[in-house]
């Protein structure tokens, strides 16, 4: 069971995330109840949305679409039933290309659904009397890791994202291992339809340890799989994460080199914005102590070193605990080679964050 406190967020600055007290309350969003809900993962199964149980000689039928993106769409094709078939109306509007219908039970066929496709598909008699014949709401889910491919030891973000929020579902991240529910290396923030996991230090196992639930008055409706791969070395990523400035967060700075060869100097950058210079927080020389140039920043007594000397391959440390302020771009240079970079967005609390897991 997760164990939450009130999280309260204050204004921000350009470099970091301003989040509102609704990120953690999650703003609702009133809904019909007899309303058929479906949920789908981007690119994911197909959703056939059935026809009418039953239709009347000469009815005139139309399949409407109300996109969770709140752009106006509306009628998307309409069928006259003349005897026993169903006619396309010459004005019947346009399907997108994922979507068809089959002209025997005028069931709608979503291929492959993406993201911008979910919304509320009513299908409406509208001859010879106007009534709701079939109603649908589905709900597009997505989830994505940064970086998919992580360096063992570094951190990473996972999110997961649904199409609508109403007002008795939640979004939760859990680990699909009970026994790893007290874990101590994660943290969850959210902001409007999305929420965020933090790990950090990730293991091998880390990779497909984690879940995304949604949930409607505790019970499950949906589970999606966060998984990400986790390897010894990398070469020239960049991925964005994200931080709450809490007296426990903390962000691990992973840089290794490639195939075993060693490397005479490394060096940790850091910029608060993409357009400013580059300032060395942290530098070393193989075989020589590591120095802490924190001169110009605000990283005074929060930046920590694995080790004391650069053995040639491993330029690893870390900010304990991450302030507001900590956000930017981060680079780690072997020799002159740009291994890694990380955008960090930050979030700022005026109170203790929640706890899960």
């Not at 039970?105 to 709701?132: H, M, S, V, Y």
């Not at 996991?197 to 990730?202: A, E, I």
Request: glycine share 6%.
């Amino acid at each position: 069971m997760y164990k939450m406190r009130p999280r309260f967020l204050c204004n921000s600055l350009p470099a970091g995330l301003m989040l509102g007290f609704f990120v953690f309350l999650l703003r609702p969003v009133s809904t019909q109840k007899n309303r058929n809900r479906m949920y789908f993962l981007d690119n994911g199964d197909n959703i056939v949305l059935n026809g009418p149980d039953n239709a009347e000689k000469d009815t005139v039928v139309a399949w409407e679409w109300k996109p969770h993106s709140g752009k106006e769409i509306g009628k998307l094709t309409t069928f006259r039933r003349t005897g026993n078939s169903w006619i396309k109306e010459k004005t019947a509007g346009n399907l997108y290309p994922e979507m068809k219908v089959n002209t025997s039970t005028l069931a709608l066929t979503i291929d492959k659904p993406t993201f911008k496709l979910a919304g509320i598909f009513t299908l409406t008699q509208t001859e010879p009397r106007k009534q709701i014949l079939k109603q649908y709401e589905i709900f597009g889910m997505k989830v994505e890791a940064s970086p998919r491919r992580a360096q063992l030891g570094s951190d990473v973000t996972l999110s997961c994202t649904i199409s609508r929020l109403s007002d008795t579902v939640s979004l939760h991240w859990r680990p699909m291992d009970s026994s790893q529910q007290n874990r101590s290396n994660s943290d969850q923030i959210r902001l409007d339809n999305t929420v965020y996991l933090m790990v950090q230090h990730v293991t091998v196992k880390d990779g497909k340890l984690y879940v995304c639930e949604v949930r409607e008055n505790g019970n499950i409706l949906h589970t999606s799989n966060g998984d990400f791969t986790v390897n010894t070395n990398l070469h020239d990523g960049r991925y964005t994460l994200y931080r709450s400035s809490t007296g426990h967060s903390e962000l691990h700075l992973v840089c290794s080199g490639s195939y075993g060869r060693g490397y005479s100097r490394a060096k940790w950058t850091w910029s608060p914005h993409h357009l400013e210079p580059q300032k060395v927080i942290a530098s070393a020389d193989r075989s020589q102590p590591i120095i802490i140039n924190v001169n110009g920043t605000n990283f005074v007594n929060r930046l920590v070193t694995s080790g004391k000397l650069f053995d040639g391959k491993d330029f690893n440390v870390r900010i304990v605990p991450v302030v507001f302020q900590d956000a930017g771009v981060y680079a780690c240079y072997l020799e002159q080679n740009l291994f890694l970079t990380i955008d960090l967005i930050t979030v700022k609390d005026t109170a203790q964050t929640a706890e899960y897991f």
